[in-house]
C-alpha cells in the first residue's frame, strides 16, 4: 500500500468516527434541550392552570383551553403513590391523518373533596422539525469539511513528502558500476535532512568500501603475481642451459610446473574473493546458446584428441541476465569438467531448455560423497594434481546469481544442471 | 630487433633481458617512468614492454605519449592486472598486445616476433628456418620446396617452437598458447604430445628427422640439423 493510500485511509476512518460520533452527540444534545425547554413550559402551564382551577367556583366542565396545548381533566379516586410527571405520547392529527409526537405532562388537583387528574400535552412537532434540519445541515458540513480536508491533506502530503520521494528516487538509482556519491537538496524538514546527510554519508562509505576491495583483489594479485613472474621467468632461464644434467633440468621442471600451479590458484582465489564480495556488478542479457557454442568450438581441438563426442540439444535459448565474464567462467569449467572426469571415447550431451541447462557426460562414478562435489578443492581423482576448484567457482557463480544447481548420477552418466531462473 | 622493457622490477627485467638477447635482439631496460619517457624520447625501438604499475608513473601514460608523438613501434602491456577491464583499457590506449604476469618467456617472445611481422608489413614476411619456409600471411608451410598440409594447430605448434628456436618449450607452455583457458594443465601433456606427434611425423615425411627434440617429462625443443 502506498504511503499516501495508507496515511489517508487511516486518516479518513479516524475522521468519519470523529466527526460522526460528533454530529450524534450534537443531535442529542439539541434534542435534549428542546424537550427541556418544552418542559418549562409545560411546568409554566401547570403553574397557571393550577392557580386557575383553584380560583374557578363553577363546574370544572366550563373550563377553557389556556394554551395552544391540549388539556385533558378527569376525576379520580385518589393519588397515586407514583407516577410518571412526563411522558411521550403520540396523538392522531384528524387534519393530517397521521400521528404527532407530544410531550405530556400529568397532575393532580384536590377540589373541593375531589381529586382531578390533569394532563397538559405539547407538541413536539415543531421541535423535531428543528432538530431535523440541525442533523441535515451537521451531516452536510461533515461531508463538506471531510472533503475539503482530504483535498487540502492531498496537497500537503505531496508538498511535505516530496524531498523524501527525492530521496527515495536518488536511492533507487544508486548503482556501484557507476559510483556517485549521493547528493540531496537542503529540506525544509529537519528529520529529512538528517536521513539525507547520513545516506551521503553511508553512498560514500559504500563506494570507497567497494573500491578498496576492488584495488585489495588488484594489488593482491598483483603482489603475489609479479615475485611468481620472477620465478618463472628465472626457471625458463634455466632450462635453456645447456650444461644441466637430465636430473637438474627435472628438478627445475618442477619449480616450473609448480609455479604455473600456484599461479592459477592465486588467480582463482582471487576470483572467488571477488564473487564473494560482489565486485562482478555489470550485467548484460547474455544468449546461453550462443555462448555454449562460442566455447565449444575452443574445446573442439581437446575433445577430439580425447576421442569424446560432444552433442548439443536446444530445446530454446534462454536469454539470462548475467556479467560476461562470469558467464564464460561458468560455461568454461562446466565443459571442462566434462571433459576433464570423462572417459576414452566417451560423450558429453549439452542440453538447453528454456530456463535450464545441462552437462551430461560419461564417467565413472564418484569415489566420494557428492555432497562435496562443489567444495573447494575436493578432488575427483586423487591421483591428479588438479585442484577440484573449478566446480567450487561454477558453485559460487550459481550462488551469486541464485541459480539453482544440482548433481546425479545415473546409468555411468553424471548429470549436471543449472537452472536460470 | 631493438626492445625497450619497461619494467620497475629488475629481476623480472634481467630475465626477459637474458631471454630475449640470445636471438641477438638489442635490449634496452627503463626501472620508472621518467626514464622510460626519456629513452622513447631519445632512441628508437622496434617493440617496446610496457608495466603498468611503475613507482613514479602509470604505463598508460608512456603509451598515450608514444601515441601522441606518433612514434612508430610495438607495444606490448605486460601486467599482473587481468581483469576485463584492464585488458580493454590497455588496447583502447593503443597498446598492440596484453601479456598477463606471470607469463612465459616463450610466449613473450612469440607474441614479439608475432608483432613485429605485423609491423614490418612492407614486403615479404618469409620466414626461413633450415629447410622449412614458412608463409604467416598464407598459414602456409613449405619443406625442401613442398608445401605440407597442417591443421591450424599444428601451424600454431610449429610457429610457436620456431618462435622459439633452440630453446627448451616446457608442454605447460604449449598448452596455454595453443588452447589458453580450455585446457586444464594436469592433461596438457597428452593434449600437446598428440599433436606433437602429428607434426613430427609430417615434417618427418618430408625428410626433417629430429628437427623437434623431446626433453623427457619437460617439454621440446626445436633446432636446426643440417
Same mark, same amino acid.
Given at each position: 500500500?502506498?504511503?499516501?493510500?495508507?496515511?489517508?485511509?487511516?486518516?479518513?476512518?479516524?475522521?468519519?468516527?470523529?466527526?460522526?460520533?460528533?454530529?450524534?452527540?450534537?443531535?442529542?444534545?439539541?434534542?435534549?434541550?428542546?424537550?427541556?425547554?418544552?418542559?418549562?413550559?409545560?411546568?409554566?402551564?401547570?403553574?397557571?392552570?393550577?392557580?386557575?382551577?383553584?380560583?374557578?367556583?363553577?363546574?370544572?366542565?366550563?373550563?377553557?383551553?389556556?394554551?395552544?396545548?391540549?388539556?385533558?381533566?378527569?376525576?379520580?379516586?385518589?393519588v397515586?403513590?407514583?407516577?410518571?410527571?412526563?411522558?411521550?405520547?403520540?396523538?392522531?392529527?384528524?387534519?393530517?391523518?397521521?400521528?404527532?409526537?407530544?410531550?405530556?405532562?400529568?397532575?393532580?388537583?384536590?377540589?373541593?373533596?375531589?381529586?382531578?387528574?390533569?394532563?397538559?400535552?405539547?407538541?413536539?412537532?415543531e421541535?423535531?422539525?428543528?432538530?431535523?434540519?440541525?442533523?441535515?445541515?451537521?451531516?452536510?458540513?461533515?461531508?463538506?469539511?471531510?472533503?475539503?480536508?482530504?483535498?487540502?491533506?492531498?496537497?500537503?502530503?505531496?508538498?511535505?513528502?516530496?524531498?523524501?520521494?527525492?530521496?527515495?528516487?536518488?536511492?533507487?538509482?544508486?548503482?556501484?558500476?557507476?559510483?556517485?556519491?549521493?547528493?540531496?537538496?537542503?529540506s525544509?524538514?529537519?528529520?529529512?535532512?538528517q536521513?539525507?546527510?547520513?545516506?551521503e554519508?553511508?553512498?560514500?562509505?559504500?563506494?570507497?568500501?567497494?573500491?578498496?576491495?576492488?584495488?585489495?583483489?588488484?594489488?593482491?594479485?598483483?603482489e603475489?603475481?609479479?615475485?611468481?613472474?620472477?620465478?618463472?621467468?628465472?626457471?625458463?632461464?634455466?632450462?635453456?642451459?645447456?650444461?644441466?644434467?637430465?636430473?637438474?633440468?627435472?628438478?627445475?621442471?618442477d619449480?616450473?610446473?609448480?609455479t604455473?600451479?600456484?599461479?592459477?590458484?592465486?588467480?582463482?582465489?582471487?576470483?572467488?574473493?571477488?564473487?564473494?564480495?560482489?565486485?562482478?556488478?555489470?550485467?548484460?542479457?547474455?544468449?546461453?546458446?550462443?555462448?555454449?557454442?562460442?566455447?565449444?568450438?575452443?574445446?573442439?581441438?581437446?575433445?577430439?584428441?580425447?576421442?569424446?563426442?560432444?552433442?548439443?540439444?536446444?530445446?530454446?535459448?534462454?536469454?539470462?541476465?548475467?556479467?560476461?565474464?562470469?558467464?564464460?567462467?561458468?560455461?568454461?569449467n562446466?565443459?571442462?569438467?566434462?571433459?576433464?572426469?570423462?572417459?576414452?571415447?566417451?560423450?558429453?550431451?549439452?542440453?538447453?531448455?528454456?530456463?535450464?541447462?545441462?552437462?551430461?557426460?560419461?564417467?565413472?562414478?564418484?569415489d566420494?560423497?557428492?555432497?562435496?562435489?562443489?567444495?573447494?578443492f575436493?578432488?575427483?581423482?586423487?591421483?591428479e594434481d588438479?585442484?577440484?576448484?573449478?566446480?567450487?567457482l561454477?558453485?559460487?557463480?550459481?550462488?551469486?546469481?541464485?541459480?539453482?544447481?544440482?548433481?546425479?548420477?545415473?546409468?555411468?552418466?553424471?548429470?549436471?544442471?543449472?537452472?536460470?531462473? | 630487433?631493438?626492445?625497450?622493457?619497461?619494467?620497475?622490477?629488475?629481476?623480472?627485467?634481467?630475465?626477459?633481458?637474458?631471454?630475449?638477447?640470445?636471438?641477438?635482439n638489442?635490449?634496452?631496460?627503463?626501472?620508472?617512468?621518467?626514464?622510460?619517457?626519456e629513452k622513447?624520447?631519445l632512441?628508437?625501438?622496434?617493440?617496446?614492454?610496457?608495466?603498468?604499475?611503475?613507482?613514479?608513473?602509470?604505463?598508460?601514460?608512456?603509451?598515450?605519449?608514444?601515441?601522441?608523438?606518433?612514434?612508430?613501434?610495438?607495444?606490448?602491456?605486460?601486467s599482473?592486472?587481468?581483469?576485463?577491464?584492464? +585488458?580493454?583499457?590497455?588496447? @583502447? =590506449?593503443? /597498446?598492440?598486445?596484453?601479456?598477463?604476469?606471470?607469463? &612465459? %618467456?616463450?610466449?613473450l617472445?612469440?607474441?614479439?616476433?608475432?608483432?613485429?611481422?605485423?609491423?614490418?608489413?612492407?614486403?615479404?614476411?618469409?620466414?626461413?628456418?633450415?629447410?622449412?619456409?614458412?608463409?604467416?600471411?598464407?598459414?602456409q608451410?613449405?619443406?625442401?620446396?613442398?608445401?605440407?598440409?597442417?591443421?591450424?594447430?599444428?601451424?600454431?605448434?610449429?610457429?610457436?617452437?620456431?618462435?622459439?628456436?633452440? +630453446?627448451?618449450?616446457?608442454? @605447460? =607452455?604449449? /598448452?596455454?598458447?595453443?588452447?589458453?583457458?580450455?585446457? &586444464? %594443465?594436469?592433461?596438457?601433456?597428452?593434449?600437446?604430445?598428440?599433436?606433437?606427434?602429428?607434426?613430427?611425423?609430417?615434417?618427418?615425411?618430408?625428410?626433417?628427422?629430429?628437427?623437434?627434440?623431446?626433453i623427457?617429462?619437460?617439454?621440446?625443443?626445436?633446432?636446426?640439423?643440417?
Amino acid at each position: 500500500m502506498k504511503l499516501l493510500t495508507k496515511t489517508t485511509l487511516y486518516f479518513v476512518t479516524v475522521s468519519i468516527f470523529v466527526f460522526f460520533a460528533g454530529a450524534f452527540s450534537i443531535y442529542q444534545v439539541i434534542k435534549k434541550l428542546e424537550i427541556n425547554k418544552v418542559e418549562q413550559e409545560l411546568n409554566y402551564q401547570k403553574k397557571i392552570i393550577s392557580q386557575e382551577l383553584k380560583n374557578i367556583k363553577s363546574d370544572f366542565n366550563s373550563l377553557t383551553i389556556i394554551s395552544s396545548g391540549l388539556i385533558y381533566i378527569e376525576k379520580t379516586s385518589s393519588v397515586p403513590e407514583t407516577y410518571k410527571k412526563f411522558s411521550d405520547t403520540l396523538i392522531v392529527d384528524n387534519q393530517q391523518n397521521n400521528f404527532v409526537h407530544y410531550r405530556k405532562l400529568d397532575f393532580f388537583i384536590n377540589k373541593d373533596n375531589d381529586v382531578y387528574k390533569v394532563s397538559i400535552l405539547k407538541s413536539l412537532m415543531e421541535s423535531n422539525y428543528l432538530i431535523e434540519k440541525v442533523a441535515l445541515i451537521v451531516t452536510s458540513m461533515v461531508f463538506f469539511f471531510l472533503l475539503t480536508v482530504f483535498y487540502i491533506y492531498k496537497y500537503f502530503f505531496s508538498q511535505i513528502w516530496s524531498d523524501f520521494f527525492y530521496t527515495m528516487n536518488e536511492i533507487r538509482n544508486f548503482n556501484l558500476s557507476s559510483p556517485k556519491v549521493l547528493n540531496f537538496p537542503e529540506s525544509g524538514i529537519i528529520e529529512f535532512n538528517q536521513i539525507n546527510k547520513d545516506l551521503e554519508k553511508m553512498s560514500k562509505r559504500i563506494i570507497n568500501d567497494f573500491n578498496g576491495l576492488k584495488e585489495y583483489t588488484a594489488n593482491l594479485t598483483h603482489e603475489v603475481q609479479t615475485p611468481l613472474a620472477v620465478i618463472k621467468s628465472k626457471t625458463e632461464l634455466i632450462l635453456q642451459d645447456t650444461n644441466l644434467s637430465e636430473e637438474q633440468l627435472k628438478l627445475a621442471g618442477d619449480i616450473y610446473s609448480s609455479t604455473i600451479g600456484l599461479s592459477k590458484l592465486v588467480k582463482t582465489l582471487t576470483l572467488l574473493t571477488k564473487i564473494e564480495n560482489n565486485l562482478f556488478i555489470d550485467e548484460e542479457q547474455i544468449d546461453i546458446e550462443q555462448l555454449i557454442d562460442f566455447h565449444l568450438y575452443g574445446f573442439k581441438d581437446i575433445s577430439l584428441i580425447k576421442g569424446i563426442e560432444i552433442t548439443k540439444k536446444i530445446i530454446s535459448k534462454p536469454i539470462v541476465k548475467i556479467n560476461s565474464e562470469l558467464a564464460d567462467i561458468l560455461i568454461i569449467n562446466l565443459i571442462k569438467n566434462a571433459i576433464k572426469h570423462n572417459i576414452e571415447k566417451g560423450k558429453i550431451e549439452v542440453l538447453l531448455s528454456d530456463k535450464k541447462l545441462c552437462i551430461i557426460n560419461s564417467g565413472n562414478e564418484l569415489d566420494f560423497n557428492p555432497e562435496i562435489l562443489f567444495n573447494r578443492f575436493s578432488k575427483f581423482n586423487k591421483n591428479e594434481d588438479s585442484l577440484g576448484i573449478g566446480l567450487s567457482l561454477v558453485k559460487k557463480i550459481c550462488e551469486y546469481y541464485n541459480f539453482e544447481i544440482n548433481y546425479n548420477y545415473n546409468n555411468n552418466l553424471h548429470n549436471l544442471s543449472i537452472n536460470f531462473e | 630487433m631493438k626492445l625497450l622493457i619497461v619494467e620497475d622490477q629488475k629481476s623480472l627485467s634481467d630475465s626477459i633481458v637474458s631471454y630475449l638477447k640470445i636471438e641477438g635482439n638489442l635490449c634496452e631496460t627503463a626501472f620508472n617512468f621518467e626514464s622510460a619517457v626519456e629513452k622513447i624520447s631519445l632512441y628508437k625501438y622496434d617493440c617496446i614492454l610496457v608495466d603498468i604499475n611503475l613507482p613514479d608513473g602509470n604505463g598508460f601514460e608512456i603509451i598515450r605519449k608514444i601515441k601522441l608523438e606518433k612514434i612508430l613501434c610495438g607495444i606490448i602491456i605486460i601486467s599482473a592486472r587481468d581483469t576485463v577491464d584492464d +585488458r580493454i583499457k590497455g588496447l @583502447e =590506449t593503443g /597498446a598492440d598486445d596484453y601479456i598477463v604476469k606471470p607469463f &612465459d %618467456m616463450a610466449e613473450l617472445n612469440a607474441r614479439i616476433k608475432s608483432l613485429i611481422r605485423r609491423i614490418n608489413f612492407s614486403g615479404e614476411n618469409i620466414i626461413q628456418i633450415g629447410k622449412i619456409t614458412i608463409f604467416p600471411e598464407q598459414f602456409q608451410v613449405k619443406v625442401n620446396n613442398d608445401f605440407i598440409d597442417l591443421t591450424k594447430k599444428e601451424y600454431d605448434l610449429l610457429m610457436f617452437l620456431v618462435s622459439n628456436i633452440n +630453446r627448451v618449450v616446457t608442454k @605447460e =607452455t604449449i /598448452a596455454e598458447h595453443l588452447w589458453g583457458d580450455y585446457v &586444464d %594443465m594436469s592433461d596438457s601433456f597428452d593434449f600437446v604430445y598428440s599433436h606433437m606427434k602429428n607434426l613430427r611425423k609430417k615434417l618427418q615425411e618430408k625428410g626433417l628427422i629430429d628437427y623437434i627434440k623431446t626433453i623427457y617429462g619437460l617439454g621440446y625443443k626445436f633446432n636446426i640439423i643440417d
